[in-house]
Nanobody
Framework: QVQLVESGGGLVQPGGSLRLSCAAS????????MGWYRQAPGKQRELVAT???????TYADSVKGRFTISRGNAENTVFLQMNSLKPEDTAVYYC??????????????WGQGTQVTGSS
């Protein structure tokens, strides 16, 4: 069974920084993509950033230049460094892993979410 566990959310003043972490565990055979999505109250879940195993990175226009996604030395970890946070960044942030596990084809797995609040 595959699990993704996020950590690092919290309350931060506008202009501040936070670092989110996500670790995937279980009978993982191969990882295609890891990334971050977010969902604000009353809105649909949206892409924040993704990083493919080959290194290709995608950012939402709203976070370019402020957020940085990276993979850890262990390929099953992904980080999101968030700088210059704005109130509109407030949302629940979800970790995504598109991966193959024992007996299964590639599919999306989601973490439980971590709250990020940018407010003074």
């Amino acid at each position: 069974q595959v699990q993704l566990v996020e950590s690092g959310g919290g309350l931060v003043q506008p202009g501040g920084s936070l670092r989110l972490s996500c670790a995937a565990s279980g009978s993982i055979l191969s990882i295609n993509v890891m990334g971050w999505y977010r969902q604000a109250p009353g809105k649909q879940r949206e892409l924040v950033a993704t990083i493919r195993t080959g290194g290709t990175i995608t950012y939402a226009d709203s976070v370019k230049g402020r957020f940085t996604i990276s993979r850890g030395n262990a390929e099953n970890t992904v980080f999101l460094q968030m700088n210059s946070l704005k109130p509109e960044d407030t949302a629940v942030y979800y970790c995504l892993g598109n991966l193959r596990s024992t007996g299964r084809a590639y599919m999306n797995y989601w973490g439980q979410g971590t709250q990020v609040t940018g407010s003074s």
